[in-house]
């Protein structure tokens, strides 16, 4: 299996993530094994090739400003959770694991950092700072984080980031572009979208980042564009808690009917991510892209297995239609 680093930064290499969330922390042994091996078979059955299986790290989160719609539920460390999932898939499946970085001062920081290479042997992380710059973090912030693992951890670990593309201002020190120029140049090599409901955000988050890149002669690096199902109003509800933006339109489009919801929400998938690749194209905007589908609830996850299949095949054929020409 090629090292998921080398595939990351070979811009003509499709890769897919698919983001499974840990499971409670209360689970016992038995159903932790049955967790895993179910996740193996129908993650390992995708007729498109999952490059990676990302673990996202799961906080409450008090401070919003909306109502949480879903009931926090803790989980098990997710570094062990995906050392565990790993070793169950005999090393066919790679791992991304996701941590904040802010929320344990350096002391701590450092002991995570030890525990997950030496012990959990992870070698792909995605570093996420605070939600809001409203708040005073113990940590050190994903800059400092990275610039640290640069320097002690590069062999060690692969970081990325994430990228919102509704983040933006006129002010060069917050816009998200130069965000993701900045991360890329402490070390951040690839970033994954929020999940994508509202196509030109993302489009000219796209086309403004190729266009700094340019003009600065490096290369931009991979960005991941996040996907998710929805099947019930109860998800619509909790992803724009999650800062997600869903157009009436696209609502209206989903719950047209009590039947087929979660069928729909695919094909809007597919046509926004069908959209984005048209812009890319008419824009002549040569960023290499990679897919990252999320099941957010635990019973969407077999629907987000559709998602993976649509979208992976759309996305290969954009693939072999770009390389090797523009990257």
Not at 70 to 75: N, R, T
Not at 175 to 188: A, F, Q
Request: proline share 6%; aromatic share 10%.
């Amino acid at each position: 299996m090629k090292n998921l680093r080398n595939k990351i930064v070979n811009p003509s290499f499709p890769v897919i993530f698919y983001e499974l969330l840990p499971p409670s922390h209360t689970i016992g042994e038995e159903s932790l094994d049955a967790y895993i091996d179910c996740a193996i078979d129908l993650l390992m059955s995708s007729p498109i090739a999952i490059d990676a299986v990302n673990i996202p790290e799961i906080r409450e989160e008090n401070h919003k400003e909306i109502k949480r719609t879903e009931s926090y539920m803790p989980k098990m460390n997710p570094a062990l959770f995906a050392q565990m999932l790993e070793k169950a898939s005999y090393e066919h499946l790679d791992v991304v694991l996701n941590h904040c970085t802010v929320y344990e001062p350096w002391e701590e920081q450092l002991k995570w950092l030890e525990t997950i290479t030496y012990q959990h042997n992870i070698r792909t992380c995605i570093l996420v700072g605070g939600t809001t710059s409203k708040i005073s973090y113990p940590g050190p912030d994903l800059i400092e984080m990275s610039d640290y693992i640069q320097v002690h951890h590069q062999q060690d670990l692969f970081c990325g980031g994430i990228t919102i593309q509704t983040r933006r201002y006129n002010d060069q020190n917050k816009d998200e572009p130069y965000r993701l120029l900045r991360k890329s140049k402490h070390g951040l090599a690839f970033f994954t979208s929020q999940i994508i409901y509202e196509p030109l955000s993302i489009k000219l988050l796209l086309k403004d980042y190729a266009n700094i890149c340019r003009q600065q002669e490096i290369s931009p690096s991979r960005i991941f564009l996040s996907f998710a199902p929805i099947s019930t109003h109860k998800d619509l509800d909790f992803l724009r808690w999650l800062g997600v933006i869903v157009p009436k339109s696209i609502e209206r489009e989903l719950f047209k009917a009590d039947i087929g919801i979660g069928w729909r929400s695919a094909k809007v998938a597919v046509n926004i991510f069908q959209e984005i690749l048209n812009y890319m194209h008419d824009e002549e905007i040569y960023i290499p892209l990679g897919i990252n589908v999320e099941h957010i609830t635990l019973h969407n996850f077999e629907l987000s297995l559709e998602f993976i299949e649509r979208l992976g095949k759309l996305y290969h054929d954009y693939m072999r239609s770009v390389i090797p020409n523009n990257m």
